[in-house]
């Protein structure tokens, strides 16, 4: 097999930077990014053949595309020691987790041995590749987004039938693998294995993935995948959705936090009104009373209280993120004067929600208290990804005022710990 191009590796394409949300798109078999949303998100599963099109062009042309990310890549990627990987073997079923301890090349087995699987979460992060084909469903929040993960299989591999509590696109890119799906609501688990894997699997659909094609499915779709051949790889992008119990506990322990910034809260409980009481064992009234009037004047019913302590949650970068400072981090002023020629970009692991005004990044609000210029960059971080470069007006004013550049010096922090970074993948 060749590559497309001559001998470059197939790159996919860089998403448009404006997403055009009521055009037909290949990718959602010309459904409009609108009426996907409408007809079949989070409701019903979705098959598109010719997803990525260039695939089934280049092999009408004689030159079948190759993956972006060869087996070797991937299989070094398992190796490394920085991503998520585990390997599920189906004959009997095993699971290996390499979460703690690196998988050595030898643990892993070889392409032409067939009914294993690798999984590698996050490879976003690590591969400009990855990265780019998330992007390309930048039509959904982010809020909602979890992560790509990529199988690489021998034939007959498969992690058995079962069922996501997560929305995700599964995305062929190498060799071809057979779904099968169904609607059953028995959703019994096999004992003793040590995946989840349903008893009693009854496919009521079944299709071929070539690659270049995609299957989208809702959460709780009992499915099914298996390899047919060697080095099948498939991209799944997966789409997260917290329960509403952790939503409200994450926001109220934030919004408690919270109080923190609120001095008058320091004042200590009085009660000069308290009279002779024959219950001393009862809550007094006057505490409920004056309690009452503490709770009423945080005005908990203002949601948007509460929405900035869930947006902080949302974007919390996954536990297994881990950032790097720069090697050589740039002084403010070189930063200032860099951000003049590259453009600055988010970390792939970094993740940025938008409430009103405010911007917040891994967990922090970046914008409190900001200049309007400093809000405007990180706005523009959030909703672009990226800080296109500084006019010579703009850098002059930060250069001259660092101190009231506040937000820009929270700019520089996030790039000091390695949340933002200048041109990632080149
Ligand atoms: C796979 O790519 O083999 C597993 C994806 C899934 O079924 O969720
Ligand atoms: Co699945």
């Given at each position: 097999m060749s590559s497309f191009y001559l001998s470059n590796a197939y790159q996919p394409p860089r998403a448009p930077e404006i997403l055009l949300l009521k055009q037909a798109w290949a990718l959602l078999g010309n459904l409009s990014p609108q009426a996907f949303m409408r007809d079949y998100w989070h409701k019903q599963p979705f098959l598109v053949r010719g997803a990525i099109p260039a695939f089934a062009q280049a092999k009408a042309l004689g030159h079948p595309l190759e993956s972006p990310l060869s087996a070797k890549t991937l299989l070094s990627m398992a190796c490394s020691g920085n991503c998520e990987a585990r390997l599920v073997q189906s004959k009997p079923w095993r699971l290996t987790d390499f979460g703690s301890s690196p998988m050595r090349r030898k643990d892993l087995p070889t392409l032409d041995l067939p009914n294993w699987t690798l999984l590698i979460q996050g490879v976003e992060a690590h591969q400009a590749a990855a990265a780019k084909i998330l992007?390309?469903?930048?039509?959904?929040p982010d809020a909602r987004l979890d992560d790509l993960m990529v199988s690489l299989a021998g034939k007959g591999g498969g992690v058995g039938p079962h069922s996501d509590s997560y929305d995700v696109f599964l995305i062929q890119m190498a060799g071809r693998r057979k779904w099968s799906i169904s609607s059953q609501s028995d959703l019994k688990l096999r004992a003793g294995l040590p995946l989840?894997?349903?008893?009693?699997?009854?496919?009521?659909?079944?299709?071929?993935?070539?690659?270049g094609d995609l299957l989208y499915l809702p959460?709780?779709?009992?499915?099914?995948?298996?390899?047919?051949?060697?080095?099948?790889q498939t991209w799944s992008v997966g789409f997260r959705a917290p329960s509403y119990r952790e939503l409200l506990q994450e926001g109220l322990w934030r919004l408690a936090e919270s109080?923190?910034?609120?001095?008058?809260?320091?004042?200590?409980?009085?009660?000069?009104q308290q009279y002779a009481t024959a219950h001393p064992e009862?809550?007094?009234?006057?505490?409920?009373?004056?309690?009452?009037?503490?709770?009423?004047?945080?005005?908990?019913?203002?949601?948007?209280?509460?929405?900035?302590?869930i947006s902080a949650y949302l974007s919390e970068p996954k536990p297994s993120?881990?950032?790097?400072?720069?090697?050589?981090?740039?002084?403010?002023?070189q930063f200032i004067r860099r951000l003049c020629t590259t453009?600055?970009?988010?970390?792939?692991?970094?993740?940025?929600i938008c409430h009103q005004d405010q911007v917040f990044c891994n967990g922090e609000n970046m914008t409190q208290a900001a200049t309007p210029l400093t809000q405007g960059l990180w706005q523009s971080l959030a909703a672009k990804q990226i800080i296109t470069p500084l006019t010579k007006e703009v850098k002059k004013y930060l250069l001259q005022q660092p101190s009231l550049g506040h937000l820009s010096n929270s700019i520089y922090s996030a790039y000091a710990a390695g949340w933002l970074i200048f041109e990632p993948f080149g």
């Open positions: 992007s390309w469903f930048r039509f959904i989840k894997i349903l008893q009693n699997f009854k496919a009521q659909q079944e299709w071929v993935l070539e690659p959460p709780h779709t009992p499915h099914n995948g298996v390899a047919l051949d060697a080095g099948c109080l923190e910034d609120i001095p008058a809260l320091k004042a200590f409980y009085a009660d000069p009862v809550l007094p009234q006057e505490l409920i009373k004056q309690l009452t009037k503490q709770l009423k004047s945080l005005d908990l019913n203002d949601i948007n209280q509460f929405l900035l302590g993120a881990f950032f790097m400072q720069p090697p050589q981090a740039l002084s403010y002023p453009p600055l970009r988010p970390h792939p692991l970094s993740r940025l």
